[in-house]
C-alpha cells in the first residue's frame, strides 16, 4: 500500500515537473522533450491505475504519434540562428487539408 | 374578403411597380393607387360596423384565421374595421394617392423603387389600421419603418442618413418597448387568454382577467403595461419629449414622404393609443393623477410644439413642428374619455391627417419650384404661384382651426370633450391652456405667410421659377376640398366615430344629470 | 484502492492548470498546442482513475477516444502551423495579428 | 303665399354663391365679378327687408335649425347645430349689413374698378366670402354658429385687409389684424366651450337656450354645471368676460384695439364695410344678442361699461393727432364702438343697438368718402396735403359733412341721438345704484368733446382753406358709383336718428321710439319663449331684478342739451385752431403728450413686443432647448453607445494568448460567483 | 410512420450518413480523376449528398419518425440507437434540417466562390464531414459521442478556415480559430471527466438519473460550468467569442456562413440537450445555478458584440459580431427557463430564432461572398451603391439584414419577437431589456450597411461583369425561406415546440 502510494507521490512529481518544464523552458525542442516525459508518466499512472490497454495506447498514440507530428513541426518551424529570415522550409508540405482529412 | 383584397392589391401594385421601367413608374403607381383608394369606396358603401371593435362591436368586413400558435396563444389573421379605424383607412389611401402624384416633379431618379416602397409604405399603414389580431398588427406596425426607411434614406436631404437612422432606431425602440408593455397584459392574463387578438385581450382585460405576474399585482401590471405602451406610442405620436426624430425626418424626407409621414403615420401612434391605452388600460386613467399627468404632457406638447414651431425658419419644420402640437390635442381628447373627446381626437387624427398632408404638399410645391424653404430666402411667392399660395393660405387657415374646415371641428370637439371631463382635476384649466395653442399656431403660420408669400416677389436662389404643375395643384385642390367637406360636415365620418367610441365612454355615475348628458366622463 | 481518488483529482488539476498556465504564458504555437496536450492528459487521468473508482470502463473508453482525438487535433494543428510559419515567418502566435479590433 | 322666412337662409347664401362665381369665373366676367356680388347682396337687401317688414306685420321671431354639424350620440354629447334666428335685432343687423355691403360693392366699382385694380376677382370674392359670414353670423341662432362665422369673418378680414399683399405693410397689418383678434377669440372659443359644458347647448333663445338656462338657475330653477369650485353667478360671470374677449378683440375696444387702425392698409371700401359698419359691430352684436345672459352679470356688465368708456375715451384722444383721414376715422371707429359698450354695459340695450345703426351708416358713409377723397388725391392720405377740396367735390363734402356732424353728435343729425341715448342710459342707471357706471358716463362725456373737436379738425383739413399740393389743387373727379352710395348713406345719416327720437321722448311719447318698440318685447312671443325673452322689455327687467340696475329720475332733454353743449365745445375749439385757408398744425405744440398720442400710448409697442420681444426669445430658448438638451439627450445616446462600441471592439486585440486569457478569466470568475453561491468550497 | 417501420433502426441516422457517404464520394472522385478537378461535378456530388440529407431529414420529420404519436404510447418518442448514445428525436430532426440547409447554400454558393480555388475535392468534403458531425451533434445522447461530434465538426472547420492558405487572413483564422478550439475542447474534455467523477457514467440518460438522485458536489458544479465554456466556444458567446470575428472575417465567406449558422446550431442543440434534458435545472440548482449563469452569458454575450459591432468597418467582421450578438439571443432559450415557465414556449423560441437564423445569416455572409467574388472590397464604405449594380442580390440583402435586425420582412422579425415573449416569459426582466436595448443597437449597423448599398452612390467606376448563379441561387434561396418564415412561422414554431416538449 505504501509502496503504490510512494510510487503515485513519484510518479505525479515526475508527471508536474515534466509538465512545467513543458511551459517554462525557453526551447521548444527542450519542451516536447519534456511532454513526452510528462505523457509517460502519464502512461505509468494508468498502469497503476489498472488501465494497462490506456497505457499502452498513450504510449503508442502519443508519443508515438503526437509527439513525432510536434517534433516534425518544432523542426521544420524552428528558427535556424544563422539564417536571418528563417528561409529554407519545404513548400507543399502540411497542407492542412492533406492532414487534416 | 374585401380587406384581404385591398391589401393584396397595393402590395401587389408595389411590386408591379418595382419591376416597371423608371419612366412609366410614377403614372403607373398614380394608376394602381387608385385601386386601394378605389376599393376603400367600395368598403365605404358597404359599411357597417357598430361599436368598437375592441368592446364587442360589429365589426366590418372582418375575416379571421389561424395563422399560427406561439406557446398556448393562437395567432390569427383577423383583420376588420370600425368607426375608429375606417377613417383611417380612408385617409390613407386618399393621401397615398395624392402624394404619388405630387412626387411626379421632384422625384427624377430611381422612381421604380420609390414608387414601389410608396405602395408598399399604403399597404403596411393599411395593415396597422385594420389588423386586429395582435401580433399581425405589430407585423404591419414594423413593416412600416422599412419602406419609410429607404424613402427618407435614399431620396432624402443632405443630412437624410442622420435623420433615417434616428427615425427608424428610435421608433423601433419605442415597438419594443410596446410590445413588452402588451405582453405583460397578455401574460398576466395568463389562462384567460387563448389568442392574441385584440378584441380578445380587451375582453378579458375589461372582464377582469389580469391575474398576478411575477409577484405584482394586476393594478401593478395595469400601470406597467400602461406607462410602455404609451412610452411606444408617443415616440411615434410623437409625444414632448419623444419628438425630436420628427423634425429632423420630415425636413430631410422628400415632400411626398412628408405627407405620408405626417399625415398618416403619425396617427399610427394616436390610434394605437385609443386602442389599447384608453380602449385595454382606460382604468389606469381613473387612478391618482394619471389622467392629470396625461393631460399634462397633451398640454406640454400643444404648447411646447407650437413654440418649437415659432423658433423655427424653415417652412418644412415650421409645419413639422406644428404636427407635434397638433398631436398634442388627440392626447388630450383621449385622454378626456368622454364622447366628444374621444370623437374629436379620432376626428382630429383625420383632420390632421390632411392638412398637414396639404400643408407638406404645398411646401414641396415651393420647394420645387424655388429649391429652398427658408423664410428668409423667398418673399412674395404668391405673386407668382396664386393658386398654389392661395390654397396653402387655406391650409394654413385649417391649421388654425378655422371654422369650416376640418381642423375647426376636431379642436372644438376635443375641447368640449376635455373641458368638462370628470377624470382630470382642473379640466379647464388645462383646456383652457390648451387652447392657446391656437393663437400661437396663428403667430406663426400668418408670420410665415407673410415672410414667404407676400410682399414684394424676392428669391434668394437663381432657380428659374415656374408655375406648378397640375398633378400639384389638383392634388391640393383635392386635399382641400377634403378639409372643408369634413370642415362643413363632420358627421360625414363623425357619426361612425362617435358609435365606435361611445362604448368606451362610460356614463356619469349619477347625481349630475348634465354630465350624463354630455357623456362626462365617469 | 491503494491511492485515495482525492490525489488523482488534484493530480489532474495540477496537470490541467500546468497546461493553462502555459497557453497564458507563451505564445509559441508548438507549446500553445503541447499544453492543450497537457489539459486533455488531465482530463484523462480522471477518467481512467474514476473509471476504476467506479468501476465501469466508461471513462477508459473516452480516455482512448480523447487520445485519438487529441492526435487527430495535432495533425491538424501541424498544418495550421506549418503553413502560419510560411506565412508569417513565426510561429509567434502575436505575430498574427493583421485582424483585430 | 310662400312663407318667407323660408326663404332666409338665402340671405346669406347669396353672397357665398357670389364668392364662388367671383372667385372662379370672375376673370371672365366683366366688372371681374362684381355684378355678382352686387346682384346677391341686392337680392339679401332685399330679403332682409322683407323680414323686417314681416316681423313689423306681427309675424313672430323666427327660429329653425337648418344642419346638424355634428350630432351627438343618442343621449349623450351635445350636438352642434348650425339654425337660423331672425328676430327684431337680426332681422335690424341683417338690413343694416346687406345695405352696407351692396352700397359698398357699388362703391368698390369705382374705387377699384375704375382704378385699374388688378385681382378683383379676388377681391370681390372676399367681398362676397365676407358678405356671407356675417350675415349668417349675424342670424346664427346658437353661440358656436355665431363663433363659426365671427372667424371666418376674421378671415375675410384678413384677406381683404391683405389685398395689396405685393407690400409689405398690408400684409403685416393683415396677420396683425387676425392675430389681435384670434387672440380675443382665444377667449371666446373657451367661452363657447365652457357654455356647452356648463349647460350642454349654446343656443340663444328659446327654453333650451343656455340663456334661458341660466336665468332659471340664477332663478333658483334648475341646476347647471360649474367649474373650478365657483358659484353658479360667479361662474356665469366668467363665462360672459370669457365671451366678452371675443368682443373686445372683434370690436376692437381697449386694449385689442390696436389691429384696426393698421387694418386702414386695406383698400377703403373694405375698411367702410368691414373695419366700420359691420365686422367691427360683430362684438358689439354679440353682446347683444346674449344681452339676456349678460343682463345677469352685474360683475359682467360693470367691466363692459368701463371698458366702453374708457375705448371711447382714449381712442378719441388717439384720434386728435392723426393726420391720416383714415387713421382719424379707424381711432373714431374704435372710440365710438366704446360708446356702444359702455351702453351695453350701462344696461342701454336699446341705446347700443341705436348706436350701432346710426353708427354704421354715418361711419360707412364716412369712409367712402374718405374713400372718395382718396381717389381724388391720388391715394394720398395725408389731411395735411389736402384742403379746398370743398368746392371740388361738393357731393363729397356735403355728404362727408353729414357724416361728420352725425359722428360729432350734432342736432338732428343721426349720431346725436344716438349717442345721447348711450349717455342717458349710462346715466340713468349710474345715479340709479350703480356708481361704477358714472365712471364710465364721465368717459363718455369726455369723449363727446373729443370727438367733435378731431371731427370738425378732420373736415376743415380735409376740404377747407385752400388746397396745399398740387394733386388738392386739381383732384380727380369721381363717378356716380361712387357718389350714389355717398347720397343714399348720407341721406340717411340726416335721417336715421328719427329711429328713436330718445332726447324728445317726453314730447313725442314713448311710443312714438320705433326702435325700442321695435326691439321691445311687447309685439313678440311665440317659440322664442313666454314674454319674448328676446325683447328689451325682458331685458330690463333682467337688468333690474338679476343685475341690480335701477333707472333713476333724470331728464332725457337736459342730458341731450349736456350733450349737444360738450359737442359744440369740441366744434368751436376746432373750428377757432383749424379755420382759416391755412391752418396751422396746432397739434405739434403738444409736445409730449402729442408724441405720446401719436403712438398711441405705446399699445403698439408693448404688444409688438410681446410677440417679438417675449413669445419669440422664449421660442427660440425653447428651440435651444429642444435642440440641446432633449435631441442632445438622444444624440447623447446615441454617441454613447458608439464610445461603448468603441470599447468592446478594443477587447478584441487580435493577439490569441489574450483571448485565452480572458476566456480563462471569464471562467474563474464564473467559478468563483457559482462556487461561492453553490457552497463548493 | 408506416414507411418508416419498414426500415432499419439505424436508417434513422440517414442524414448524418448521407453526409458521411458523400464526402466519401467525393474523395473518391478526387482520386479517381484527380488532375481535371471537374468543379461541375464536385459541386453536384455535395449538392446532391446535402440535398438528400435534407430530404431525409424533411421525410422523417413530415413522417413523424422520432416524434411522439397521438394517442399510441407504444409508438411515441425517440429513437435510441447504440445503447442509447444516440438518439433521433424531434430535436435532431429538426437541427439537422437546419444544417442540411445551410450545407445546401453553403455547397451552392461555394461553387462560384471556388472557381478557381485548386483543393475544391477536399474542401467540399471538409464541409460535408463537417455537416455530417454536426448532424451526429444533433443526435448525441452521451457525453462521449457528443465530444467525438463536436470535435468532428470542429477539426475540418479549422482547416477549411484556413483554406486559402496563401491567404494571410485566412490562416491567422485559421490559427486563432484552432487554438481556441483546443483550449476549449480540452476544457470540455476536462468538464465532462470531471462530471464523470462525480456521477461515473457518460451516457445522458444515466448522468440524468443520478443527478436526479443525489447530493452534487462541487467537483460536478465545476464540471457543468467547464461543459458550459466547452460548448459556449461552439457557438460563440462571450468569453469563449474571441476566436469568432477573426474566423469569420479571414475565412472564405461561404464558409464563415457555413460556420456561424450550421457550427452555432450544433453547439446549441448540444447546449439544449445537455442543460435542458440532462443537467435538471431543479436538482442541479443548488449545486449550480446554470440557468442564472447562462442569463449572465446572454446578457453579456448579446451586449459586448452589439456594442462591438457598431463602429466596424468591415461587413464581414460586423456580421460576425452580429452572429455572436444573435447567440446572446438565442440564450435567452435557456436563460428564460426559470421556475414557473412553459419551458417548450420559451426552449422553442431559441430553435425558431436559430432555424431561421440560419437561412437569414447565410444569406448575409453569402452576399459578403458575392462582394468578394466582384472584389468590391470588405469595407462597408466599398458596398456603396451596390444596389443599383444588383439590385436583385441587394434586395435580398435588405432582406437579411432587416430580419436580422427583427424586422418584418422575413422569419427573424417572428423569431426575435418570440425570443422576447420568452424572456418576458420567463419574468427576466433584465434579459427582455438587454435584448431590447441590443436589437435597437443592432439596427444601427445593419442598416449602415443597408445604407451604403442603396443610398449612396457608387464610389469608384464599379462595374459588375457577371452575375455568378450559384451564389444568386443560394441568396435567392435563402431570402425565399427568409421571407417565407414570416408567414409560415407556425409550422416551424409547432415543430420547435414539440420538439422541446420532448426533452423536457
Known sequence: ?101 | MLIEFLLGITVASALLVFMAPDCIAGKLAAGLSFLPLGTTAVMWSGFDASGNALRGGDIAFESRFEWFDLGSYALQWHVGVDGVSFPLVALTTVLTTLAIFSSWTPIDERQSQFYGLMLLVEAALLGVFVGLDFFLWFVFWEAVLIPMYFLIAIWGGPRREYAAMKFIIYTNLASLLMFVGVFLLVFALGDTLATLSLVDISAAIQNGGLGELGGFDPEVIKVAAFVLLFLGFAVKVPVVPFHTWLPDAHVEAPSPVSVVLAGVLLKMGTYALLRFNFTMLDDVLTNGWNAEILMFVGLVSVIYGAMLALAQRDLKRIVAYSSISSMGYVIIGLTALTAHGVGGATFQMVSHGLISGLMFMAVGVFYNATHTRMVGDMSGLADRMPWTAGIFVAGAFGYMGLPLMSGFAGEVLVFIGSFHTSLVEGAPIFTALAMFGIVIVAGYLLWAMQRTLFGPFELETDYEIGRAPLQDLASLAVLLGLVIALGVNPDFIYGAIQDAVEPLVRAGTGGDALSVLLGGGR | MAVAMEYYLVLSAAVFCIGLFGILVRSNALVFLMSVELMLNAANINLVAFSLAHGNLTGQVFALFLIGLAAAEVAVGIGIILVLNRNFDDIDVRDAVTMRW | MVDVFTLAPAIALFPLFAFGIALFLGSKMPKGGALAGIAATGGSLVLSLWMVAEIAGGAGPYHEELYTFVGGVEGEGVTLTFGLLIDPLSALMLVIVSLISFLVHVFSLGYMNDEGETGLPRYYAGLGLFTFSMLAFVYSDNLLMAFMFFELVGLCSYLLIGFWFRERAPASAAKKAFLVTRFGDYFFLIGVVAIFATFGTTAFAGEESFVTAAEAVLGGEGEMNTFLGLGNQAWITVLGLLVLGGVIGKSAQFPLHTWLPDAMEGPTPVSALIHAATMVAAGVYLVARMYGFYALSPTALGIIALIGGFTAFVAATMALVKQELKQVLAYSTISQYGYMMLALGGGGYVAGVFHLTTHAVFKALLFLGAGSVIIAMHHNENMWDMGGLKDRMPVTYWTFLAGSLALAGIFPFAGFWSKDEVLYETLLHGLGDSPLLLVGFAFGLLAVILTAFYTIRMVLLTFHGDPRTDVAEDPEPVRWNVKFPLVVLGVLAVVAGALNLGTIKDVIGEENLFLHEWLDGATLDGELGEGGALSAHHYEELLETQAGYEAAEFSALANGAIALVLALVGVAAAWYLYRGTDPEPHMTKLGGVRRVLAHNYYQDEYQVWLATGLALPVARVANKFDQGIIDGFVDAAGTASVVAGERFRRIQTGVVTNYAALLALGLVLLLLVFGLAGGWF | ?504
Open chain 1, 1 to 101: 500500500m505504501v509502496l503504490e502510494q510512494l510510487a503515485f507521490g513519484l510518479f505525479a512529481l515526475v508527471t508536474v515537473a515534466s509538465s512545467l518544464g513543458v511551459v517554462l523552458v525557453r526551447d521548444v525542442w527542450h519542451a516536447a522533450l519534456f511532454l513526452g516525459v510528462a505523457l509517460s508518466s502519464v502512461a505509468i499512472h494508468y498502469v497503476m491505475l489498472n488501465a494497462q490497454f490506456i497505457a499502452a495506447m498513450q504510449v503508442l498514440v502519443y508519443i508515438g504519434g503526437v509527439l513525432v507530428l510536434i517534433t516534425f513541426g518544432v523542426m521544420l518551424t524552428r528558427r535556424e540562428e544563422t539564417e536571418p529570415d528563417g528561409a529554407g522550409e519545404p513548400d507543399g508540405v502540411g497542407e492542412p487539408e492533406e492532414v487534416g482529412a
Open chain 5, 1 to 504: 410512420m408506416a414507411e418508416i417501420a419498414t426500415l432499419p433502426e439505424w436508417a434513422a441516422l440517414a442524414p448524418a450518413l448521407t453526409f458521411a457517404a458523400a464526402a466519401f464520394l467525393l474523395l473518391l472522385a478526387d482520386a479517381v480523376s484527380p488532375e481535371e478537378g471537374n468543379p461541375v461535378l464536385l459541386a453536384g456530388l455535395s449538392l446532391s449528398g446535402a440535398l438528400v440529407s435534407l430530404a431525409f431529414t424533411v421525410w422523417y420529420i413530415v413522417a413523424g419518425t422520432g416524434q411522439p404519436g397521438e394517442g399510441d404510447p407504444s409508438s411515441a418518442g425517440a429513437i435510441d440507437l447504440f445503447d442509447g448514445t444516440l438518439v433521433v428525436d424531434g430535436m435532431s430532426l429538426f437541427f439537422s434540417a437546419i444544417i442540411a440547409s445551410v450545407v445546401v447554400l453553403v455547397v451552392l454558393a461555394s461553387y462560384d466562390y471556388l472557381h478557381d480555388h485548386p483543393y475544391q475535392a477536399e474542401y467540399y468534403s471538409l464541409v460535408l464531414l463537417a455537416a455530417t458531425g454536426m448532424t451526429t451533434v444533433t443526435a448525441a445522447n452521451s457525453f462521449v459521442t457528443a465530444f467525438i461530434a463536436i470535435e468532428l465538426v470542429s477539426l475540418p472547420s479549422y482547416a477549411l478556415v484556413a483554406s486559402l492558405k496563401h491567404n494571410r487572413g485566412s490562416v491567422e483564422a485559421g490559427l486563432k480559430y484552432f487554438l481556441i478550439g483546443a483550449l476549449s475542447s480540452a476544457i470540455f474534455a476536462y468538464g465532462i471527466s470531471l462530471v464523470y467523477v462525480t456521477v461515473g457514467s457518460l451516457q445522458f440518460d444515466a448522468v440524468t438519473s443520478v443527478v436526479e438522485g443525489g447530493e452534487l458536489g462541487g467537483i460536478f458544479g465545476l464540471g457543468v460550468l467547464m461543459i458550459l465554456g466547452g460548448i459556449s466556444f461552439k457557438i460563440a458567446a462571450v468569453p469563449f467569442h474571441f476566436w469568432a470575428p477573426e474566423a469569420y472575417e479571414g475565412a472564405p465567406a461561404p464558409i464563415s456562413a457555413f460556420i456561424s449558422s450550421a457550427s452555432k446550431a450544433a453547439g446549441f442543440v448540444l447546449l439544449f440537450r445537455v442543460f435542458v434534458g440532462v443537467f435538471t435545472w431543479e436538482f442541479v440548482e443548488p449545486t449550480i445555478d446554470w440557468v442564472v449563469a447562462i442569463q449572465v452569458l446572454a446578457i453579456v454575450t448579446m451586449t459586448v458584440a452589439n456594442f462591438a459591432a457598431l463602429k466596424q468597418e468591415k461587413v464581414k467582421r460586423m456580421l460576425a459580431y452580429s452572429s455572436v450578438g444573435h447567440a446572446g439571443y438565442v440564450l435567452i432559450a435557456l436563460a428564460g427557463l426559470t421556475a414557473g415557465t412553459d419551458h417548450a414556449f420559451v426552449l422553442g423560441s431559441g430553435m425558431t430564432h436559430l432555424l431561421v437564423y440560419g437561412f437569414m445569416n447565410t444569406g448575409a455572409f453569402l452576399y459578403v461572398a458575392l462582394a468578394e467574388y466582384w472584389g468590391v472590397g470588405r469595407r462597408i464604405e466599398d458596398y456603396n451603391g451596390l444596389g443599383a449594380q444588383a439590385p436583385f442580390a441587394s434586395a435580398a440583402m435588405t432582406v437579411f439584414l432587416f430580419s436580422l435586425a427583427g424586422l418584418p420582412i422575413g422569419g427573424g422579425f417572428l423569431s426575435k419577437y418570440y425570443l422576447l415573449l420568452a424572456s418576458i416569459e420567463g419574468e427576466v426582466a433584465l434579459l427582455a431589456i438587454a435584448l431590447i436595448l441590443n436589437s435597437v443597437v443592432s439596427l444601427y449597423y445593419y442598416t449602415r450597411v443597408l445604407w451604403a448599398i442603396w443610398a449612396e452612390n457608387p464610389s469608384a467606376d464599379l462595374e459588375i461583369e457577371q452575375y455568378p448563379t450559384g451564389l444568386y441561387t443560394a441568396i435567392a434561396l435563402a431570402a425565399l425561406v427568409t421571407v417565407l418564415l414570416l408567414p409560415a412561422f407556425g409550422p416551424v414554431a409547432d415543430l420547435a415546440n414539440t420538439a422541446a416538449e420532448m426533452i423536457i
